[in-house]
């Protein structure tokens, strides 16, 4: 209950395709890997994120403001899932709109949810960056976050159009600054 | 029983305000410890890689406060190994701001041409220099273009870089792997180590307390290498003098929570935080736009596509700093890299439908697949020193929640109406270049979700001539406090417009002759006058004339 519901918040801030037909946690509300497939859970259930003993706590009150939410709204939610999963993909991001809000009470924890599952997508944290781009990590290819050099570091020899392209501040001083 | 350590100098954090100080009063013959609370890594470690962990996360710091986050230095060297290294000098009219307080912010002493020969100083000792356009990188040269096409100039920035080594990486917040970025650990701090500083890292000093014979007891913990929450031990030093230099976000705090032991702090420690007015944009490309608008091209039929490639901020849009202009409304503009991980979240969607997400979602996951067409702009203006520091944390200057890197802290911003304007301006100039014939569709950064954002965080323990206003002299002495000086980034009066390092070290290259004095009255024998860490002299005859004004008669 408690990955699928972690992943269903995760997909909601980078949405993925579903990893097969029956996938409920994935909305499937965009193409290619998200946020899910990068590794969001493994992310935020690595120590060294911090926040691995709160997620149980931040389930419960995701499903609980989930129930809320649907009552609210009037839906009737799916009991084979975890509330928040049962919730469709519109309403899992109108839901987690509210609580990232200003001024939500709970927002500091939500916020951090949402960090760590971007942060699964933009790289990998959780990872070697050199294993993330050898697995073909979803974020850092739909980035087309470029390859190494062999020796695992990045070098960009070509950087430069090389030319004046605009002019310079009449008042630049000697030194290049500004007066 | 044992026995309490004891030293003439105690400097807490290795940045800037620290490593100058460590050198200096080293080398002038004083017995100076060095305590900084994050770890020891040099060129052979740091590592490009964003697994947790890594040196990235080791070597930064991230505070997220309410309305306010802060990014630092946490390391040997502070924010100069993790700094993307542009050094211009303020412009003129910044020591002449008033701010929302009446009266100028700035000392009376200290103007652009009282500071010039300091900046000279600091500019030799690391060395910085300028740059010409085919050392700019794609991104600056895009915007150099942008900026052009747009009617406006726009300069290379002068860098602390050997271009000659620099491969273009854009990894240097993690770090220079290739010792192009010129930091601290290349010229200030082996220079105070040869001349007998010792500095101790994962050293992080809590509290302050005053000695019956008019010194300091400073209380440190040992911060665990790895789990920077833990503390694996803790101790005392002795000090006759101490230098905070713990950086903008901590050394306020530091000294609030020594109020207690030391006694009334001045009204200004930890008020008048300045995030330097810091704004960020992201434009996303159209690249055939750049290609048929602006005549770039480059390998492999690409015009752009290049915002991976680089060193950082390399040129910069000097047309609104003019002190003719009313104060709020300056600004400056710089083409930044902002790495994935901080820079991609808080980026918004421009075509978000009214009630959708910008900041996350499905049309933010479109945007995020475009990266290396995003051109990131930093603004720079005047904000008002708005910032506040509240109940110091138990320990350090955040409740941290990652085992690096972040935590929560106890500062509050709400912008005023004046930094809200000031931003507004510079919004909408960067909407101007940037959208300009369809080149590329802009939306700043929200404030929403952390808050604003400032990578040179100042101001709340500054210089000043009021006491009201200012909890340091102009030579950095904390008022009341005889003995505790200031040095880093807290000490600069406010926003800048450009990037503080240079002013910060300029500063703290000004305050060393009054701290040697002040050691000397204390019955250290000390001399100032050593020449640039690599024994250049130019900048120390340069400002041999401004030496009287620095001293006590």
């Known amino acids: 209950m408690r990955t699928m519901t972690l992943e269903a918040f995760a997909d ?4 993925g395709a579903k990893r097969s037909p029956d996938d409920r946690a994935v909305a499937g ?9 990068a590794g969001a859970v493994d992310l935020l259930e690595t120590p060294a994120a911090g926040v691995a003993e709160g997620l149980d706590s931040l389930t419960q009150m995701l499903n609980g403001h989930a129930r809320d939410y649907a009552a609210e709204h009037g839906l009737e939610l799916d009991e084979d899932v975890p509330p928040f999963v049962a919730l469709a993909f519109e309403h899992r991001t109108a839901l987690v709109a509210r609580l990232v809000a200003p001024g939500h009470p709970e927002k500091d924890g939500w916020v951090a949810l949402t960090l760590f599952s971007n942060m699964a997508f933009d790289t990998g944290a959780h990872m070697h960056t050199l294993d993330a781009i050898a697995a073909g990590h979803p974020g850092l290819k739909a980035m087309k976050f ?34 | 029983m044992t026995s309490t350590e004891s030293t003439d100098v105690l400097i807490v954090g290795s940045g800037f305000g620290g490593a100058i100080a460590a050198y200096h009063l080293a080398a002038g013959g004083a017995k100076v410890t060095v305590l900084e609370r994050g770890p020891w890594l040099e060129g052979k470690d740091f590592e490009h890689d964003y697994l947790l962990g890594s040196s990235y996360t080791r070597i930064f710091d991230f505070v997220v406060g309410n309305g306010m986050s802060l990014l630092g230095g946490n390391c040997v060297g502070g924010g100069s190994v993790v700094y993307f290294a542009a050094m211009p000098r303020a412009p003129r009219f910044i020591f002449e701001r008033k701010g929302s307080i009446g009266r100028r912010m700035w000392p009376g002493a200290i103007n652009r041409d009282t500071l010039d020969p300091w900046y000279d100083k600091v500019s030799e000792a690391l060395p910085v220099t300028q740059q010409d356009w085919d050392q ?11 900026c052009n096409h747009a009617g406006r100039t726009a300069n290379p920035v002068p860098v602390a870089i050997d271009t000659k080594l620099c491969t273009n990486c854009n990894w240097m917040m993690a770090g220079c792997k290739f010792d192009a970025k010129r930091s601290l650990l290349l010229n200030y701090l082996p220079a105070a180590i040869a001349n007998g500083a010792e500095i101790r890292p994962m050293h992080e000093v809590q509290k302050l307390v005053r000695t019956a014979d008019g010194g300091y007891r400073v209380s440190y913990n040992v911060i665990h290498d790895v789990d920077y929450r833990v503390s694996v031990g803790s101790g005392e030093i002795e000090a006759k003098i101490v230098i905070l230099a713990a950086g903008a976000g901590a050394t306020p705090v530091i000294l609030q929570r020594s109020e207690d032991t030391l006694g009334k702090m001045p009204h200004a420690v930890g008020r008048y935080f300045s ?18 608008l602006l005549g770039l091209s480059r390998e492999d039929d690409l015009s752009y ?9 390399t040129v910069a849009s000097w047309d609104n700093l003019d002190g003719s202009l009313p104060e709020f409304s300056r600004f400056c503009l710089e083409q930044l890299y902002f790495p994935p991980g901080f820079g991609t ?23 995020v697949e475009k990266w290396q067409s995003w051109l990131t702009i930093f603004s720079m203006t005047e904000d008002d020193n708005e910032g506040v520091f509240g109940t110091p944390p138990p320990t350090g200057n955040s409740i941290r929640i990652s085992q690096q890197m972040l935590g929560r802290g106890p500062i509050t911003y709400n912008p005023t109406e004046n930094t809200l304007f000031g931003w507004r301006q510079a919004d909408a100039a960067v909407k101007e270049i940037m959208e300009k014939d369809g080149l590329s569709k802009v939306m700043p950064w929200t404030n929403d979700v952390v808050g604003a954002y400032t990578v040179h965080p100042l101001a709340s323990c500054r210089i000043g001539d009021d006491p009201e206003t200012s909890a340091l002299d102009d030579r950095h002495e904390l008022r009341g406090h005889p003995g505790i000086f200031v040095t880093d980034g807290a000490a600069v009066p406010g926003a800048l417009t450009v990037n503080p390092a240079l002013t910060i070290a300029a500063l703290a290259e000004r305050a060393m002759p009054g701290i040697v004095q002040a050691l000397q009255a204390r019955g250290v024998n000390v001399k100032y006058g050593a020449p640039s860490p690599d024994g250049e002299t130019s900048g120390r005859r340069g400002v041999k004339n401004l030496l009287p004004d620095l001293v006590h008669d």
């Open chain 2, 275 to 292: 995030g330097n007015g810091e704004r960020l944009n992201t434009a996303i490309i159209d690249e055939d736009k750049a290609r048929d």
């Open chain 1, 12 to 15: 909601t801030i980078v949405p």
């Open chain 1, 146 to 179: 470029s390859k190494p050099d062999a020796d695992g570091l990045w070098r960009f020899p070509a950087f430069t159009y090389g030319r004046p392209l605009a002019r310079k501040h009449p008042d630049t001083t000697p030194s290049g600054n500004p007066a």
């Open chain 1, 29 to 37: 509300a965009s193409e290619g890997g998200g946020a899910v497939v």
């Open chain 2, 136 to 146: 700019v990188s794609y991104s600056g040269g895009l915007f150099g273009a942008a």
């Open chain 2, 305 to 313: 596509a290049a915002n991976q490639i680089g060193k950082g901020p």
């Open chain 2, 345 to 367: 979240i808080l980026a918004q969607t421009p075509d978000a439908l009214p009630g959708t997400p910008t900041w996350f979602g499905a049309e933010k996951k479109k945007i």
